[in-house]
């Protein structure tokens, strides 16, 4: 029995994350009592509070609920995000509490599952989404902790208690991913990310390599073509190569038809034809012939439910989402996407311009964190540079402290769109108020969507 049934009581430090959101609800799903603390308020703690868990902004010791205030009853658990000399945080540790890493107690969770983890720098969300949507269609199920909410199910986590199957987002920040036990391992792409926490693109390589060793032997690892990458699976573990157009898993005879794309899914059991996207963008051809990979690799060839389940997933929220369609062949649109890195960047700007081509792209994009802006601005710039006009906001920070010389103007002096401006982000609703644009793709990991509802509100009233 894993460690965490001992505990009537979970605490959860950083609760309204999206992935601690996931361990709230499966606890709650299972009579435990849940509490926990988060910096600000949002839609997910809300909806977290409603469900059943005593959620309080304050980080002081003394909002603590007097039930979780007993070390041999209540287990911590914690995301690295939260800073570590956090009050709260502090008081449990001085008290005595067993407190976990939320990495750890996935890892825990899943151990005695037959666990599908997906693991890369982007495309994680949306493979494993895709993959739990697969086996909630057909009849094994799954118990997913998923990094993103998933539009079919309106949740970022599924419950099925009688299945064997778990289905797990990876994540590699803070080495996170190396508590976990995978049956079967997908790793989507290794572009180098988190460098305040690696130092250099070879740690966090070597990062990865080591999450290959953490596969069981009898299990599958599923390595995206080309990667800079040097696996170390056990003895015993079967490796496989996907990507669009060749490894052992890949797409075939691809075919676009306005809204729709359909193909041919290459596998090693056979080819599953005639599979159509429900989200048909060109990059989740890739992520699908990846979740289905993982599927296969777990045991189950099931052609029918995979076609039937790749054509009714909706999608992810802030992945790729779309807010705004106006009735008219020509009439605006409003496209919000979770990408915080240039290659994630690179990838939903290519995707907008395919989906929608000859018409102009206005991007809205608000940098995530100090660092990644530090280190990666050049390689911001050249994927903005694709955009016809831009509107930049500033660094949205997270968790991190500002860095001495680091803003957006690092990007917004490089991009080579003539059209562009750099501004906070109080200022978006009134520019795009004054601008009268056709695509909008609004990008970033902070909350530029929530200013979206107040840039749809003023199209409706200008339409008066």
């Known amino acids: 029995m894993s460690q965490e049934h001992i505990y009537d009581n979970i605490y959860f430090v950083g609760a309204g994350g999206i992935g601690m959101a996931a361990l709230e609800r499966y606890y709650l799903s299972r009579g435990k009592n849940v509490a926990g603390y988060d910096r600000t308020p949002t839609a997910l703690t809300t909806a977290l509070q409603q469900e059943g868990a005593d959620i309080t902004f304050d980080p002081s010791d003394s909002t603590i609920p007097e039930a979780f205030r007993d070390p041999a ?3 911590v658990v914690y995301t690295p995000a939260v800073p570590e000399d956090l009050p709260i945080l502090r008081w449990f540790r ?4 067993e407190i976990m890493k939320r990495a750890r107690v996935l890892g825990l969770i899943t151990r005695d599952t037959k666990s599908l983890c997906f693991a890369g720098t982007h495309g994680k969300t949306t493979t494993s989404s895709m993959a739990a949507h697969i086996l909630q269609t057909g ?8 990094g993103g909410v998933l539009k079919n199910y309106d949740s970022n986590f599924l419950l099925s208690p009688s299945s064997s199957y778990s289905v797990i987002e990876a994540d590699e920040y803070d080495r996170s991913f190396h508590h976990l036990s995978p049956t079967v391992a997908v790793i989507t792409a290794t572009d180098p990310d988190h460098l305040d926490i690696y130092g250099t693109e070879e740690a966090y390589l070597e990062s990865f390599a080591h999450f290959t060793e953490l596969v069981r032997p009898g299990g599958a690892l599923i390595v995206h073509e080309g990667l800079k990458l ?3 699976p056990q003895e015993g573990v079967r490796v496989y190569t996907y990507s669009r157009d060749k490894g052992d898993f890949h797409a075939g005879y691809v075919r676009y038809t306005p809204g729709h794309i359909t193909f041919d899914l290459v596998t090693p059991l056979g080819v599953i034809r005639n599979v159509n996207l429900g989200v048909p963008v060109e990059v989740n051809i890739e992520n699908a012939v990846a979740a289905v990979a993982a599927v296969i690799a777990a045991g189950i060839f099931d052609p029918e439910t995979i076609r039937k389940a790749l054509s ?10 779309t807010w705004l369609k106006e009735d008219s062949g020509n009439g605006r649109v409003i496209i919000d996407d979770y990408a915080h ?3 994630e960047l690179r990838s939903s700007i290519a995707s907008v311009k395919a989906l929608y081509p000859g ?10 964190l100090y660092s990644r802006t530090r280190d990666f601005a050049p390689e911001f710039a050249d994927a903005l540079s694709a955009s016809d006009h831009l509107i930049l ?3 949205y920070p997270a968790r991190e402290e500002p860095i001495p010389g680091v803003t957006s103007e690092m990007i917004f002096r490089s991009v080579k769109t003539a059209d562009k401006v750099l501004i906070p982000k109080e200022k978006l609703v009134e520019t795009l108020k004054n601008c009268n644009f056709d695509i909008l793709l609004t990008v970033g990991a902070g909350d530029i969507n929530t200013f979206l509802p107040q840039i749809i509100e003023n199209i409706d009233n200008q339409k008066r």
Do not use: S, W
């Open 73 to 75: 009853t209540t287990l």
């Open 94 to 97: 001085d008290n005595g509490f």
């Open 139 to 146: 009849t094994v199920g799954c118990n997913a902790f998923l």
């Open 230 to 232: 040097h696996p170390r």
């Open 312 to 321: 009714t997933y909706m999608g992810t929220k802030r992945r790729f989402e």
């Open 341 to 343: 890195h240039p290659e």
């Open 359 to 368: 018409r102009e792209l206005t991007v809205a994009f608000q940098p995530h």
């Open 393 to 395: 906001l500033d660094i």
